[in-house]
């Protein structure tokens, strides 16, 4: 059964048990087709849990899903792309504007993995940006700042703590966009990376747009840094795993000199025993140029990633959040230089403290245990709604509700269709409906086919979404391939045998209510100017 977990005795409380997850997740992770088609309300709560939802997606004509499922899926999926094509808005603005700098930059897993390594766009979800300037870039620190966050308060001590050693990334967060992790380093341990310019000379150019591109990391150095990061992660979601799967599939993994990048910093016990994990959970071959890893480290490792914290979901990045430390006091040669982290990690530099904990009023100490104190009620607050949301997915299916010819899609993260109507016409749009004119698709608006007919169609730079049923559907239809409303009730009084007074009313009705809001443009309209999410 798919809920059965092996229990692991000790430590506080009643043994815990990591349950096991559902195979079709297992193979869709391992890039194979799914042995089982069983898609119910269990598994889709993992799936979502563990950001897997996409992949599903893919995989859905293939799957035994119930049409509510297919329409909540459907509707997901077009919500987290229209996310992605504001995540890579921002990458391309962002490597832009840093280039006209004269700042050369790499961006690390995000939206790039996706067009890299999967197979379509919404099947590896991301929130951010990220971003890693050179080493030999790093004094500039406070320009790159300046010009992605010009308000941001690291801006006068960036500099300084960089090049000490004492911070390896900085976010920058602007309402109501997408977040930017600028990273200074590519593994981000505590203890640097050892050979930053080797890393530097494993990135190469990807293209982003016609006239811009930005450099990643080669498959070689990709996957040891998934690995570093899924252990870092606590192993919690199985997308990770998903990542791992694919960089190794792709073929082009150099092993003896992932090998020795691993060990120019003293991790391979921990990279190695990371890429066991992956490989036994997913039932891949272990790639027979790498030993396994064994001795003392490995067996300290196992102990501290057991097991019953892997694959643990949301709860499993607030509840085990500490054990990232151990990867540094893990590494061969460099116990003091993670002791020395470790001791800047306990007792931050003054500047830090003061610009993290602002609002906090005090001296130093009071404002350093006050703000940690107020981070573990934040984290327990957090484990509370982890718990809340499992309990909410594992819950019935809500019914999908009547499918008019247009109607609202629902569902996370999408936003409802609240337009005011008047007789079948959105506010402010009369004179779109008129039988000569031409209609087409906006370049920024995405449709998603249903396999019952139905369709969904998302607005890519408003993140809105418009679910249409089967009538819906087939007038959608004839007025793309016609590009003409007269044209369209033409093919449409062929297909349904309703008056044409009937027929002309709800087409124009539908029309005027999606011009209302973007998703087609009538006569000599003209796309919308991409938005800069910079």
């Known amino acids: 059964m798919d809920d059965i977990g092996v229990s692991v005795a000790g430590g506080k409380g009643p043994a815990r048990s990591r349950p096991r997850l559902s195979p079709v997740l297992i193979d869709l992770a391992a890039d194979r087709a799914p042995r089982s088609n069983r898609i119910d309300q269990h598994v889709w709560a993992e799936a979502a849990d563990h950001r897997m939802l996409g992949l599903v997606h893919s995989w859905a ?25 504001r995540v890579r808005e921002t990458l391309r603005s962002s490597v832009e504007r840093l280039s006209a700098a004269g700042l050369e930059v790499a961006t690390l897993k995000g939206v790039t993995a996706e067009d890299r390594w999967y197979a379509r766009s ?53 309402d109501g966009a997408i977040d930017i992790d600028l990273h200074f380093d590519p593994l981000k341990l505590g203890i640097p990376t050892r050979a930053n310019g080797s890393w530097w000379d494993r990135t190469v150019e990807f293209p982003l747009a016609a006239d811009t591109s930005v450099r990643v990391l080669d498959d070689t150095a990709s996957l040891l840094q998934f690995l570093v990061h899924l252990n870092k992660d606590r192993f919690q979601r199985l997308l990770g795993f998903a990542d791992v799967a694919r960089v190794i ?55 501290l990633w057991p097991p019953r914290i892997r694959l643990r979901g949301s709860e499993g990045r607030l509840r085990y959040r500490m054990r990232q430390n151990g990867i540094g006091l893990l590494a061969r040669g460099r116990a003091a230089e993670a002791a020395w982290w470790w001791t800047r990690d306990l007792w931050p530099p003054r500047v830090a403290v003061e610009l993290q904990y602002a609002d906090v009023a005090g ?36 019914d999908a509700g009547d499918q008019g010819t247009a109607r609202p899609a629902t569902g996370p993260a999408v936003a409802a269709d609240r337009a005011a109507a008047t007789d079948g016409r959105v506010e402010g749009s009369e ?8 209609v087409r698709v906006p370049s920024d608006v995405l449709v998603q086919k249903l396999p019952d007919g139905d369709a969904i169609l998302v607005h890519l730079a408003t993140e809105e979404c418009f679910t249409l049923d089967g009538t819906g559907t087939a007038m959608w239809d004839a007025l793309v391939a016609t590009g003409g409303l007269e044209t369209a009730l033409g093919v449409l009084r062929e297909r349904f045998d309703i008056p044409e007074d009937m027929l002309r009313r709800d087409l124009e009705a539908l029309v005027s209510r999606l011009a209302g809001k973007g998703l087609l443009l009538c006569g000599g309209e003209t796309d919308r100017q991409p938005v800069d999410e910079g």
């Open 61 to 85: 004509p293939e799957l035994a899903l119930t049409h509510d499922l297919q329409v909540r899926l459907a509707e997901r999926a077009v919500a987290v792309q229209a996310h992605l094509h």
């Open 249 to 303: 599939g792709s073929g082009r993994v150099e092993w003896e000199a992932f090998h020795d990048l691993a060990r120019a910093d003293g991790i391979e016990v921990a990279v190695l025993s990371s890429l066991e994990v992956v490989v036994d959970e997913l039932g891949l071959a272990w790639p027979g140029a790498l030993p396994r890893p064994s001795g003392t480290r490995a067996r300290l490792w196992s102990a």
């Open 431 to 438: 004179g779109l409906t008129d039988g000569s004119s031409s």
């Open 363 to 398: 001296p130093y100490l009071w404002k350093l245990l006050r703000g940690r104190w107020r981070g573990t009620l934040a984290q327990r607050r957090g484990l509370a709604r982890v718990r809340l949301q499992q309990r909410e997915l594992e819950g019935p299916v809500p």
């Open 122 to 174: 919404g099947e590896r979800p991301c929130g951010d940006v990220d971003l890693w300037m050179s080493g030999q870039r790093q004094g500039q620190a406070s320009e790159a700042l300046r010009i992605l966050g010009p308000d941001h308060p690291w801006i006068p001590h960036i500099d300084r703590m960089v090049t000490s050693g004492r911070l390896q990334a900085v976010t920058i967060s602007t």
